[in-house]
């Protein structure tokens, strides 16, 4: 894949579904509820739909009842990046993908406590998911 940071919007267009584009290149939000990950409980990782690279591990993912996909940390350090968002009225904190800025939704300060108290609140769309490989032998 070319460098994600240098392709064009008309590229964007064509690699990614309308919901995709809307929310990666425009900084939108797909419905409460309506993403295909909201209550996926598989084991394995999310990854951008942008680009591939990983995002979240299953293991950070918790049902926090908003209505998206919800972690308390990124599968690596530097695997997301944070800016501020004064959109719609309000001060927030977006989460975009470090690798092609795809933008995936927003960090808020009310996630577990004893997993670090942050709630990483990620739209379905922005995402794909990899499910893990069983060992050969493992027992479901």
């Given at each position: 894949?070319?460098?994600?940071?240098?392709?064009?919007?008309?590229?964007?267009?064509?690699?990614?579904s309308?919901?995709?584009?809307?929310?990666?290149?425009?900084a939108?939000?797909?419905?409460?509820?309506?993403?295909?990950?909201?209550?996926?409980?598989?084991?394995?990782?999310?990854?951008?739909?942008?680009?591939?690279?990983?995002?979240?591990?299953?293991?950070?993912?918790?049902?926090?009842?908003?209505?998206?996909?919800?972690?308390?940390?990124?599968?690596?350090?530097?695997?997301?990046?944070?800016?501020?968002?004064a959109?719609?009225?309000?001060?927030?904190?977006e989460?975009?993908?470090?690798?092609?800025?795809?933008?995936?939704?927003?960090?808020?300060?009310?996630?577990?406590?004893?997993?670090?108290?942050?709630?990483?609140?990620?739209?379905?769309?922005?995402?794909?998911?990899?499910?893990?490989?069983?060992?050969?032998?493992?027992?479901?």
């Amino acid at each position: 894949m070319a460098d994600p940071k240098t392709l064009t919007d008309a590229e964007w267009r064509e690699r990614l579904s309308p919901e995709q584009y809307h929310v990666l290149r425009q900084a939108g939000t797909e419905r409460a509820f309506a993403g295909k990950y909201d209550k996926n409980k598989a084991a394995g990782a999310y990854r951008c739909a942008g680009c591939g690279e990983t995002l979240f591990e299953s293991d950070t993912k918790y049902d926090s009842g908003s209505g998206w996909p919800s972690f308390t940390a990124p599968a690596a350090k530097g695997a997301v990046a944070e800016h501020r968002d004064a959109s719609h009225g309000m001060v927030r904190t977006e989460v975009v993908c470090a690798t092609c800025e795809g933008h995936l939704g927003h960090v808020f300060p009310d996630g577990p406590r004893d997993a670090g108290g942050l709630r990483y609140c990620i739209n379905s769309a922005a995402l794909d998911f990899a499910p893990r490989e069983r060992a050969p032998g493992a027992e479901e």
